[in-house]
């Protein structure tokens, strides 16, 4: 079974632009979730869709956006690119809202 | 607001002796807990997790064992091994509120041959 895959693994934009990341769950898993890692902030929750519906949300701003498609399939998106957006995002995915999720490797995004 | 705590960040053991790698917790809501693998360059790897319902989770090598009454929770490596070297990180949850997870800062283990 394939796992948690993420496109694409780096990425590098200017600041004011936008970008968009893939995240494809493990199949048959119903839950995408998405993480973002920085070295002086850790791992933090961003947001969870599940059955294409936004079901939990962190503490960021508007600017950080997503979807799941009726595949599960999920994306995220991010406007107005900041400096500070520099980071590892992490999609990971579950079965059901309450069982183990399962990391992707990660897209890498740099913002210049 | 740092609800979940790694307090060492580095943890150095000698190969087949016993790791101990520590959490704390601030958020008595939480009743789920789970610690994860992270390599560079790739993302976490679930390990092993616990509901606040148990005391004690053991998978192989891999045993978390959790304090409720002190919010706190250890995983124990026994013998630790040196492809065990990685990042480990302690996440907390509320199990029915889903994967919103707090993860601590982690720590980062190193078991020397």
């Known amino acids: 079974k394939a796992g948690v895959t993420q496109t694409p693994r780096y990425l590098i934009k200017t600041r004011g632009q936008q970008v968009t990341l893939s995240c494809s769950p493990i199949?048959?898993?119903?839950?995408v979730s998405w993480y973002q890692q920085t070295p002086g902030q850790g791992l933090q929750f961003l947001f969870e869709?599940?059955?294409?519906?936004?079901?939990n949300k962190g503490n960021f701003p508007g600017r950080f956006s997503g979807r799941q498609f009726s595949n599960s399939r999920s994306e995220m998106n991010v406007s107005t690119l900041e400096l500070g957006d520099s980071a590892l995002y992490l999609c990971a995915s579950s079965l059901a809202q309450n069982t183990e999720a399962f990391f992707g490797q990660g897209t890498r995004l740099t913002v210049v | 607001d740092q609800q979940v705590k790694q307090n060492s960040p580095s943890l150095s053991v000698q190969e087949g002796r016993i790791s101990i790698l520590n959490c704390d917790y601030t958020?008595?809501?939480?009743?789920?807990f789970l610690w994860y693998k992270k390599y560079p360059a790739e993302g976490p790897t679930f390990l092993i997790s616990i509901s606040s319902i148990k005391d004690k989770n053991e998978d192989g090598r891999f045993t978390v064992f959790l304090n409720k009454s002190a919010k706190h929770l250890s995983l124990h490596i026994v013998p630790s091994q040196p492809g065990d070297s990685a990042v480990y990180f302690c996440?907390?949850?509320?199990?029915?509120?889903?994967?919103?997870?707090?993860f601590g800062a982690g720590t980062r283990l190193t078991v020397k041959p």
């Open positions: 958020n008595s809501m939480f009743d789920y």
């Open positions: 199949s048959g898993h119903r839950s």
């Open positions: 869709y599940f059955s294409e519906t936004q079901r």
């Open positions: 996440a907390a949850k509320r199990l029915y509120n889903n994967n919103d997870m707090r």
